[in-house]
């Protein structure tokens, strides 16, 4: 089956960034971009970080020396490389538009009813809340994550 369940990425923009490496309580480490240290506080002791991985909320920073991204000081190389990874992720929303039924915000509804056979079983992408995420988890459905860039509304 080819679940899939996005989650918001943002644009990257050429503001000051801190990328810390986090952990959580897994032991699954990851990356994530934070405007200051004191956004990272904020959002871990509200549980509102999720391992990609796992959807553990138990995250904490991971040892590591946080690199700083001024915009300015990104190398030609740095930025051909977010671009490249920028296209990949939009390659596979593309392959997913044409391969797999979009859901929208039932998701978590669908993903159900498809695991517990109340419906046939196809192809479905979608969006859902962490909280969502969670729960099918524990209920045993498998899908995936994949942190989409945001779509233009102009595109």
């Known amino acids: 089956m080819c679940f ?3 989650a918001f990425c943002g644009i990257l923009a ?11 309580s897994q032991g699954h480490v990851f990356e ?15 549980r509102k970080l999720a391992c990609p991985l796992c959807g553990d909320t138990r995250v904490e920073r991971a040892p590591m020396a946080p690199h700083v991204s001024t915009g300015k000081a990104r190398s030609q190389s740095e930025k051909e490389y977010t671009h ?3 296209k990949a992720l939009t390659n596979v929303q593309m392959f ?10 039932g998701f978590a509804e669908e993903a159900r009813k498809i695991h517990h056979g109340d419906v046939e079983k196809r192809n479905i ?3 859902a809340t962490l909280e969502d995420a969670a729960e099918l ?8 994550q994949i942190p989409f860039p945001a779509r233009r509304k102009d595109a």
């Open 32 to 46: 994530s971009w934070f405007p200051d240290s004191a956004a990272f506080t904020k959002q871990a002791k509200a």
């Open 84 to 86: 490249r990874a920028m």
């Open 4 to 6: 899939a369940l996005t």
């Open 125 to 127: 992408w979608g969006e």
């Open 137 to 144: 988890r524990e209920e045993g459905v498998e899908f995936g």
């Open 14 to 24: 050429d503001a000051f960034m801190i990328i810390f490496d986090l952990r959580c």
């Open 96 to 105: 997913l538009d044409q391969h797999c039924d979009h859901v929208g915000d």
